[in-house]
């Protein structure tokens, strides 16, 4: 067995079920890191608490995503998957590492102002260190990388400035600035052909969804605006069910579609139930195991234990490092 090259921290809201823009952008990753890292992934519960007023299904959407993310092929055994209220020491950290930010610089954040925009009847606090306590997720477990997307490269930056900072002012190494991981993940629009996939824009498809409710949901995707009629030439350039087709479909047949769409060969009804075809097939493997797994939910509450576990002492020995640094006694 090859050496891994460092552990890789990431963490995810707890969204329940996931759907085919977390599982192309982030899940499908996940699984693939764990061959070249110590992998720590991470439901971060406390994030979503800024922004979900009602929190009647945490537990819940918790369970589905851990669900999600073992039939998806995270080995527990390896990796630590964990829930992030049950590591108590994410808050002692947060609240040291605020000590060493400039609230000026949290609050010009576009994230920040993007978030006030968004809830303006609720700026909270948490909005405001949200980048700080996403900084101390990442420090606690001594993380090198973090897969990151191009558009999420400045948080990355942020935490590497806090962990310079504090362990300049404490003269310490406590803190690891942790290298990004940039993957090339496919954004992934919705079945409304425009916004980015998304479970609160109803314009999503659920990978644990049965066949039936996933064709139902492709047969509903916009296709090319400009195409009206079935004799009218399409483009699939500007089509999503192409660019799905070009994910989950064999090179033969993401030709034949991009020649057939261009001449009106094929139909629009006809390409959207190949791509439900291919898609089922896809996901046909993930879908048995998930079933499997779901007979026994006390097993992935249990994965989720032994994660919050050995997340815990990870945390407690960067912890002692932190509190001496600064003196505390
Ligand atoms: Fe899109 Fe397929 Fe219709 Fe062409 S034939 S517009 S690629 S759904």
């Known amino acids: 067995m090859t050496a891994k090259k460092g552990r890789v921290f990431s963490g995810a809201r707890p969204t329940g079920k996931q759907h085919l823009g977390n599982y192309l952008g982030a899940v499908h990753n996940y699984v693939a890191l764990q061959d070249e890292y110590d992998c720590v992934y991470c439901i971060v519960d406390l994030h ?5 007023e009602d ?6 959407n918790t369970y589905e995503m851990a669900l999600d993310w073992l ?3 995270i080995r527990p055994e390896e990796s630590i998957v964990f829930i992030q209220s049950h590591v108590l020491q994410v808050t002692e950290l947060h609240t040291m590492l605020s000590m060493v930010t400039p609230l000026g610089k949290l609050t010009d954040l576009p994230t920040f ?3 006030v925009r968004m809830q303006p009847h609720n700026i909270n606090y948490g909005l405001v260190g949200y980048p700080v306590l996403m900084a101390a997720d990442i420090m606690l477990y001594k993380t090198n990388a973090v897969p990151v997307g191009v558009d999420q490269a400045p948080h990355i930056e942020f935490t590497r400035e806090i962990a310079r900072s504090f362990n300049h002012r404490f003269k310490t190494q406590a803190l690891i600035e942790p290298e990004m991981k940039i993957t090339e993940a496919p954004k992934v629009i919705g079945i409304d052909g425009q916004q980015k996939m998304s479970k609160s824009l109803d314009n999503h498809i659920e990978i644990a969804a049965t066949p039936e409710e996933t064709a139902k949901r492709v047969m509903m995707m916009v296709t090319d605006p400009q195409r009206q009629r079935r004799s009218d030439p399409g483009n699939p350039d500007v089509c999503n069910v192409f660019s799905l087709h070009k994910i989950f479909s064999s090179a033969e047949e993401v030709n034949m579609v991009n020649v057939e769409c261009r001449r009106a060969g094929i139909g629009c009804v006809d390409c959207k139930k190949l791509l439900a075809k291919n898609l089922n097939a896809h996901l046909s493997p993930f879908r048995a195991r998930r079933a499997e797994l779901a007979q026994k939910p006390e097993y992935v509450w249990e994965v989720l234990e032994d994660g919050n576990q050995r997340a815990r002492v990870i945390a407690e020995q960067t912890m002692v490092e932190v509190r001496a640094a600064q003196g505390l006694p």
Do not use: D, I, P, R
């Open 55 to 60: 929190t009647e299904n945490l537990k819940q």
């Open 71 to 73: 039939a998806a092929g």
């Open 113 to 115: 102002k993007e978030k």
């Open 48 to 52: 979503a608490l800024t922004t979900v």
